[in-house]
């Protein structure tokens, strides 16, 4: 599985970014997918996670009622709507895969087997 994430970019304070993720491969639907960032000077962080069906959703407290993970299995691709952004959100911004038979809506980068190159997110105050 190959993870293509894009959408990133320069925002300003207030302002919303939509990030995606492409998954090549067969497996996507199977899998739980997750979003990662890992702000300047900081270590990698959890933001965001989604079971293979949609079903449920995970969210660090920062982003809650701010970002929304979804996902498109017939277009393999996961979605992070970040609204209300603020300049602590700027990090690059990493999507990843876990296979199903790891923990779904893990918060631990281990539990994903699969990662993207990352998108950068800069917000601006």
């Known amino acids: 599985v190959q993870l293509q994430a894009s959408g990133g970019g320069l925002a300003q304070a207030g302002a919303s970014l939509r990030l995606s993720c492409v998954a090549s491969?067969?497996?996507?639907?199977?899998?739980?997918m997750g979003w990662f960032r890992r702000p300047p000077g900081k270590e990698r962080e959890f933001v965001a996670a989604?079971?293979?069906?949609?079903?449920?959703?995970s969210y660090t407290d920062s982003v809650k009622d701010r970002f929304t993970i979804s996902r498109d299995n017939a277009k393999n691709t996961v979605y992070l709507q970040m609204n209300n952004l603020k300049p602590e959100d700027t990090a690059v911004y990493y999507c990843?895969?876990?296979?199903?038979?790891?923990?779904?809506?893990?918060?631990?980068?281990?539990?994903?087997?699969?990662w993207g190159p990352g998108t950068q997110v800069t917000v601006s105050s």
């Open positions: 491969g067969r497996t996507f639907s199977a899998m739980s």
């Open positions: 990843a895969a876990a296979q199903s038979w790891l923990p779904p809506l893990s918060k631990k980068p281990n539990d994903y087997n699969y």
């Open positions: 989604i079971t293979w069906s949609g079903g449920a959703t």
